[in-house]
């Protein structure tokens, strides 16, 4: 038996640490949850693609005459599998189908009968097993955003004069935005969208508080005062809080119709803030008003100058006024009516329809503004706003604090399934509209639902998401950290988040909630740098979108060891105080420490235990996987941990893959993750294993045998040389042999930078930190040849190259080995369909896919036309059209695969009617055979019971109540699928097992119904290809990388380097014993880049390779220095790995003594051979005439400014003017010149560069009227 486990020795002094959550949650059960398939329809949670739907049906016609219902909705199994999708170029969907019922509300269209349907709405892509969604061939990922969460946000900003400015900003799910915010003069505005802006209490009026009175009474500002002459005259002195307004009726007679018009008429008597005195008073005596308000005299007057001040810039006095003064500021025009204009306020803000904030945004307001709400009221109410105003108000005041935008409470993750969700809502509201339309139309006639629906809608907007939205990414598959790690990402940008120019330094900068939500150190370098950041271990994204990271409780200086951890979110976390996870802690739970440091949010203080709330539940559950996987990441400075987590995602799966001698623990629990291995399903026996598959009988339980119709073994297919998205080779080998035990979740297989069931990116060398003839100057890196030679740093990388063959006008194009004014040499390798053979070693220019295009008629001369006659030659009217090799491919062709559509002749079709008819009859012997064995099933488990009425899902009774089951009885049932209600037996196990018996049935049902539907898709249409396109040829190509000098290297800990010099074994310094160095780094390349961490690796894994051991060294608990001398003293290392080495080419000793070890190197994605690159003559641009630029392009090197100068300082005149004319864009002048040299002539003189012409050109677009004058 062979050893397919790797024992680590572990370092960690922290104990009881829980297991980690499974690493692709974050995207499996987001999309489970949208999808909810597992889930029975009537038990289906209120969220994800059931809440989409619910919220866009029922759809009624505009006279609320036909209803169209949703009921329920299901898919069919995918008709291609993964790795056919992958092959061909196709989305891995499913067909999505709904149930919807149509009936009629109009007791004249009697003759309309109720319909129920499923109608297919468009296929979906689905997501995998791990994680991703094949479209149109290539693996994808949905990048989880990271953006505002809705809600309401108070926020303060400076005026130019240094007035401090507030405003409180509603953010909802769907509608428009509306800004409270004050101005300089203290008056306060409102702001729909961010345009509009009309004063408060202008809205206030609108929403109901017409009066004056009404809105000084919602802050309890004014008191209303009787007018009588006595009683008015002990108030003289007191300001008036409200304009007294005379209101008079005035009549007149309207010319048109004749009638008597009443119009109100208001006048103002006395403004606000007027001071009474005795002429006042007799004013509003006579003026017959009942009431006037006056200013409380209250301490708290101060505080609300501004709704006094607000109210004197209203232009409005009434609610009409206020609604007809808003219509006016939207919509730029008066309102036809007084019904329009009170309308408009409601559907912005009051509607569910155009108005939502969402489960989490009404949370948030909720929360904030200390309110009952319930949390199904999602729409704003006048309570809220006044709330907010109030808030507003204390805020100016300095009685309320602001928020603090960057805070993990105020931020939420749109995961996959929500942005799904987003896009369904999107499809399906497009699609009512539709049906809208089309249902108006139809109003007499008879309809059914499948004539209202458009599959394209959806589709149309799904595969639009898929294909152009800016979180669905191509996959990162260099590596399986690269693929885990990019399926945990979190981004700011994407659609409704930031854009990299406006991010400024607060948004991207780490703040305290992100201590166990998001890693610190994972983050590109470069503009999105903190804009786009990593998942943390431990973190989970919880049912609100906010990110969660689990604490231990403490209560009274005891750490509670028996309950599982607490998940909290940033929010709950505020103010609790939390200490680290390398605490001491007695076996009971008691902290021994007299005082801990404890993180409390942004602050750090030294508490005594019983002080404490939480702990944290492991030292690595601040940072991401990649920073977990860097050994002694604590010795390392945070600039150069980042760019190791970042480079070991680039890290090539070599040939022969080695796990680390030192890890950190981590590696194992990334390897099983990501998927790309096969790991047992349960306990079983290996009862055959070759290098394709591998097949393992399970234990199962005779319960377990009776519901399942699948056979005891089950048979892995291993992936063999599949190419990834980064062109890097997947193929796994079997670490099991017959006949051993696995138990469940045990790795089967190795490869693909796995080793072991470990994660294992690069390899472990020999390694002395010395100058080494100059060579590794400046971070370059000098090898031992024999790295090269044991095929050390080897890759297989693969490349496919797709040839389509399409129908053209002139007639089709062929696939064909007989290719026009082509030499036998070139095109023995290729079969009669024009590819290329499995095995054959490809060079530039050799023809990978023969293939040949008709070519546009020419008129044959008189000649030619007899000799065609004569001899029947059809060369001339075909051209070469084949793939060849570009010029820097060389390899071993690997595969080759070729997809056709079928052909259709009458012969063809006459036989695809017997084949059809004959698979019908094929499968409906396996479907009765299902059948039959559901049936023994079945009565094996009701044989002697009595029924308990089993109904269809219609409710009619199939199996009728006290009956005995019999064997007739149950194979007289047409259907079992549907037999989902009601009971069969009394006992519970009875029902659980027949209930698991259908769902197994249902299963297997639906996997024959799949295979018949792709047989027959098979016969009548062939291959599904791109439309326009015949048939697809694909030829997969090879190549074997060595490491080359001018590879990049790098170690886990940020220190990287290319290769400059690769140099012979004995060449190497070596050590006392003779033992040469694989690799000599440069000792400078550590101190001023602090990262340390590559010492104590090196030490330790010299330690480790002498002793045949691995360690776990976890960071900020990994091993100490005592802990690793001890283990160099037992090893018989020198201590520091500080040793003596001698010279390779003299056998001297070096005078000082140098750091020796073993390193783990990794071989990054940036090889020298993909960036190689030579031109003479190639393509030029179209407008400038200059050659193109990069490799893809086949371009030249740019001669740019600062060369120029260069040859100008030299006075290297002659060389520079053929440099910017015939050897760039002097078109004549490069035909001439080209003849010159042919003929041996002198060179001619140089025309006029295009760039010139260019320039003449946009100066004229200008206006100006150029010449040029000899």
Request: glycine share 8%.
């Amino acid at each position: 038996m062979i050893t397919n486990h790797t024992e680590r020795l572990n370092f960690a002094s922290t104990k009881n640490i829980p297991a980690y959550p499974d690493f692709l949650d974050i995207q499996v059960k987001s999309f489970k949850d949208f999808f909810q398939l597992e889930t029975k329809s009537d038990e289906r949670g209120n969220e994800g693609l059931y809440k989409t739907f619910m919220e866009n049906f029922p759809i009624t016609d505009t006279r609320n005459q036909f209803v169209l219902e949703f009921l329920d909705y299901f898919v069919d199994p995918p008709r291609y599998s993964i790795e056919e999708c992958i092959d061909r170029g196709l989305t891995y969907s499913v067909p999505l189908k709904a149930r919807l019922k149509l009936y009629c509300t109009d007791p004249e269209h009697e003759d309309f009968e109720t319909i129920v349907q499923d109608v297919y709405l468009g296929t979906i892509p689905y997501m995998t097993p791990s994680g991703t969604f094949v479209i149109n061939g290539a693996e994808r990922v949905v990048v989880s955003q990271l953006h505002r969460s809705p809600g309401v946000f108070f926020g303060q900003s400076f005026h130019a004069n240094g007035t401090k400015l507030y405003s409180a900003r509603i953010i909802p799910f769907k509608g428009s935005w509306i800004e409270f915010a004050t101005d300089i003069n203290s008056v306060m505005y409102a702001y729909i969208d961010r345009k509009k802006k009309l004063p408060v209490t202008t809205l206030f009026r609108a929403i109901g508080f017409e009066r004056d009175k009404d809105i000084l009474e919602i802050f309890d500002l004014a008191e209303e005062v009787k007018v009588s002459k006595t009683g008015l005259k002990k108030y003289i002195g007191r300001r008036l809080a409200a304009r007294v307004l005379n209101v008079w009726h005035e009549d007149f007679v309207d010319e048109d119709t004749g009638e008597v018009v009443t119009i109100p008429r208001t006048e103002i008597i006395l403004d606000r803030d007027i001071v009474l005195d005795k002429d006042n008073v007799e004013e509003i005596i006579e003026a017959d008003v009942k009431t006037i308000l006056l200013h409380k005299e209250d301490s708290n007057l101060a505080d609300y100058t501004i709704i006094h001040n607000t109210l004197q810039k209203d232009p409005t006095n009434s609610e009409k006024e206020a609604v007809e003064y808003i219509y006016r500021q939207l919509r730029n025009a008066l309102p036809p009516d007084e019904e329009t204009a009170r309308g408009i306020i409601d559907k912005l803000f009051f509607s569910d329809q155009r108005y939502n904030l969402g489960d989490v945004g009404r949370y948030r307001m909720n929360k904030k503004l200390n309110l009952n709400t319930p949390i199904d009221k999602q729409v704003l109410t006048k309570e809220d706003i006044i709330t907010i105003v109030k808030y507003l108000i204390e805020l100016i005041n300095s009685k309320a604090e602001i928020d603090d935008i960057d805070h993990l409470s105020n931020r939420r993750v749109r995961t996959v399934g929500e942005q799904l969700s987003a896009q369904f809502g999107v499809g399906l509201a497009r699609m009512a509209r539709t049906i809208r339309e089309r249902m108006n139309v139809r109003d007499n006639e008879v309809f059914t639902p499948i004539d209202l629906i458009n599959a394209k809608t959806l589709s149309s907007v799904i595969n639009s998401f898929f294909g152009t939205n800016q979180l669905s990414q191509f996959m990162d598959q260099t590596n399986p950290l690269a693929e885990i790690t990019h399926k945990r990402r979190l981004s700011a940008l994407g659609p409704g988040g930031l854009s990299r120019e406006r991010a400024g330094f607060e948004v991207r900068d780490v703040h305290y909630t992100h201590y166990g939500r998001l890693c610190p150190i994972e983050t590109p370098e470069g503009p999105n740098i903190g804009l786009i950041s990593s998942l943390a271990v431990y973190a989970k994204v919880n049912n609100m979108g906010f990110i969660e990271t689990p604490y231990r409780k403490v209560d009274n200086g005891v750490l509670n060891l028996t309950e599982a951890p607490v998940y909290l979110s940033a929010e709950e976390e505020e103010e609790k105080l939390i200490a680290q996870a390398t605490i001491n802690v007695a076996k009971d739970g008691t902290i021994e420490d007299e005082r801990v440091v404890a993180k409390q949010d942004a602050d750090f203080p030294v508490v005594e235990p019983k002080e404490l709330n939480y702990a944290d539940v492991a030292p690595n559950q601040i940072a991401s996987i990649s920073a977990s996987l860097i050994p002694f990441l604590e010795h390392d400075d945070a600039n150069r941990a980042l760019m190791g987590s970042n480079m070991m995602r680039q890290a090539v799966p070599l040939l022969r893959p080695e796990s680390p001698i030192v890890g950190t623990g981590l590696e194992k629990q990334v390897a099983t993750d990501s998927r790309v291995l096969i790991n047992a399903e349960g306990e079983g026996e290996v009862v055959y294993v070759d290098a394709q598959k591998i097949t393992i009988k399970y234990d199962r339980t005779d319960d377990e045998r009776l519901v399942s119709f699948d056979a005891d073994e089950k048979t892995y297919n291993l992936i063999k040389f599949r190419k990834t998205n980064q062109s890097t080779s997947i193929n796994l080998k079997p670490i099991v042999r017959t006949g051993d035990r696995v138990t469940k979740g045990q790795v089967l297989c190795e490869g693909y930078a796995t080793q072991n069931g470990e994660l294992a990116l690069g390899r472990n060398l020999q390694v002395a930190f010395m100058p080494w003839k100059g060579y590794n100057f400046e971070d370059a890196i000098v090898i031992s040849e024999r790295v090269v030679r044991d095929d050390i740093f080897t890759s297989i990388h693969i490349d496919d190259y797709t040839l389509e063959v399409r129908d053209t006008k002139l007639g089709s194009e062929e696939l064909t080995n007989d290719i026009p004014n082509v030499s036998e040499e070139a095109t023995k390798d290729l079969d009669e369909n024009g590819m290329i053979r499995i095995g054959a070693e490809v060079k530039p220019g050799d023809i990978l896919i023969g293939k040949i295009t008709p070519k546009g008629e020419s008129d044959p001369t008189p000649e030619e036309k007899l000799l065609r006659a004569i001899f029947g030659d059809k060369a001339g009217d075909v051209k070469d059209a084949s793939l060849k090799a570009s010029p820097s491919l060389r390899g071993v062709v690997l595969d080759k695969k070729l997809f056709a559509r079928a052909v259709k002749d009458k012969r063809k079709r006459s036989k695809d009617k017997e084949d059809i008819a004959l698979l019908d009859t094929q499968f409906e012997v396996k479907f009765n055979e299902l059948k039959e064995r559901l049936v023994d099933k079945l009565f094996h488990l009701v044989n002697g019971k009595t029924s308990q009425g089993v109904m269809n899902d219609l409710g009619e009774e199939v199996l009728p109540k006290g009956k005995k089951f019999t064997l007739k009885m149950l194979h007289a049932v047409e259907d079992f699928t549907h037999l989902t209600k009601g009971q069969w037996a009394t006992d519970d196990y009875t029902n659980e097992m027949i209930t698991d018996l259908i769902h197994n049935y249902k299963i297997k049902l639906n996997d024959i119904q799949g295979v018949l539907r792709r047989e027959k898709f098979m016969i009548t249409v062939g291959d599904e290809l791109p439309s326009g396109i015949l048939k697809l040829a694909k030829v997969y190509i090879a190549k074997k990388r060595k490491l080359r000098v001018g590879d990049k290297m790098a170690g886990r800990h940020g220190n990287k380097g290319i290769v400059a010099k690769i140099v012979r074994d004995e060449d190497m310094p070596f050590l006392e014993d003779g033992t040469p160095v694989d690799i000599v780094l440069n000792p400078l390349g550590v101190p001023s880049r602090m990262n340390i961490g590559q010492i104590y690796e090196t030490v330790l894994g010299w330690a480790g390779k002498k002793l045949g051991k691995k360690y776990a060294t976890p960071i900020f608990d990994g091993a100490s220095l005592e802990e690793i001398n001890a283990l160099t003293d037992e090893a018989g290392v020198p201590r520091f790995g500080h040793t003596y080495l001698y010279d390779g080419g003299t056998g001297e000793r070096f005078d000082q003594k140098a750091t020796v070890g073993v390193i783990y190197m990794l071989k990054l994605g940036h090889m020298v051979d993909d960036k190689m690159h030579a031109r003479s003559i190639g393509p030029y641009s179209l407008i400038t005439q200059q050659p193109l630029g990069g490799k893809a392009l086949f371009g030249g090197q740019r001669f740019g400014e600062m060369e120029v100068w260069a040859l100008e300082a030299y006075g290297a005149s002659a060389t520079l003017r053929e440099i910017l004319t015939v050897k760039s864009d002097d078109v004549i002048g490069r035909a001439k010149t080209y003849e010159a040299i042919v003929k041996g002539e002198p060179m001619p003189e140089p025309g006029l560069p295009e760039s010139f012409n260019v320039l003449m050109h946009e100066l004229k677009g200008l206006g100006l009227d150029i010449r040029l004058e000899e």
